[in-house]
């Protein structure tokens, strides 16, 4: 999914989701559940630390 897409998606702006990509921004809890929403996942999945 593109970032333009998932922003659409959750009703977010591009910019912004480009970058809490590049852990620039500090997410709050309610824009996790947006991105959450719109991957169709849990909030939990998405604040799980990535195993390589």
């Known amino acids: 999914m593109s970032q333009e897409a998932l ?5 977010l702006h591009r910019t912004y989701v480009g970058s809490v990509e590049r852990g620039e921004r500090n997410i ?5 559940d947006r991105f959450a929403i719109a991957l169709s996942v849990s909030p939990a999945l998405l ?3 990535p195993t390589e």
């Open 47 to 49: 604040m799980q630390k």
């Open 28 to 32: 709050s809890i309610d824009n996790i």
């Open 7 to 11: 922003a659409d998606a959750a009703g």
